[in-house]
């Protein structure tokens, strides 16, 4: 079973992973698809100032449809982009899921809500919306996965030298990334990769091959790399202090 959260859209009613067709249509996993309709905005899934029935509600939502469909922890991936990716890390640990898919996440979610001036977000999650509410914030995602106690989960982030939501707080959390036994960073080196939404855009073929991979019981070991071709000439590899030494970079 594939559990898929969903973005910030224009449209609270857009589904991440739906154009013009289901991109995941072809899947042959059950697709489990979650609104993120808490609240006057978003709650990416998590909590109502600072308590967090919303997180158990969507927990207790995976583990019913995991029974009556006989799965175990094994079979469930939760996936998601920005946002979404957020809350695959944060409700897919808490739901037992074996496999976590997140394209460029937001690692300090209340850093990157007041810098959007996503005010009523911030105040709908911690309560009042001050800085230790958005100190807080920052916090879940790397509070999550420290006390994480499943170190065998599969793991496999994506992001861009130029995706600061993940990018720039990934030392928070690096080490405790890397003691997952199999844990895959993917950044994305492309021109065509110049910001968040653009890095988004550009890995939803990479996603999908990646979820294609896990419904049929395969656990793909990537490892530390990059995807693309960019940025040779173009002086920007000073931005890929992330990236795996063969590509310049200095994580083994």
Request: hydrophobic share 35%.
């Amino acid at each position: 079973m594939i559990i898929v959260f969903s973005s910030i859209r224009k449209s609270p009613e857009l589904l991440d992973f739906i154009h013009e067709k289901p991109l995941l249509s072809n899947n042959r996993s059950h697709i489990l698809w979650v609104f993120d309709d808490f609240g006057p905005e978003y709650s990416y899934y998590l909590c109502h100032e600072r308590r967090f029935e919303i997180q158990r509600a969507v927990v207790e939502l995976i583990r019913i449809f995991k029974r009556s469909l006989g799965l175990h922890d094994t079979d469930c991936t939760a996936v998601g982009m920005s946002k979404g990716g957020t809350a695959a890390i944060m409700v897919g640990i808490e739901a037992g899921c074996s496999n976590i898919v997140a394209s460029s996440p937001q690692i300090a979610i209340g850093d990157y809500l007041k810098n959007r001036k996503r005010f009523p977000i911030i105040e709908f999650m911690s309560g009042k919306g001050d800085d230790s509410d958005v100190q807080w914030l920052n916090r879940l995602v790397v509070d999550r996965i420290t006390a994480d106690p499943e170190r065998s989960r599969n793991f496999y982030l994506l992001t861009s030298p130029y995706d600061p939501h993940c990018i720039d707080y990934l030392s928070t959390v690096q080490s405790r990334l890397d003691s997952y036994s199999n844990f895959n960073f993917i950044s994305t080196a492309s021109d065509l990769c110049r910001n968040h939404t653009q890095t988004l855009q550009y890995n939803v073929p990479l996603v999908l091959n990646i979820l294609g991979l896990l419904a049929e019981g395969l656990r793909p070991r990537l490892g530390a790399t990059s995807n693309g071709y960019g940025f040779d000439d173009s002086g920007h590899r000073d931005r890929h202090l992330l990236l795996s030494s063969r590509f310049g970079g200095s994580l083994e």
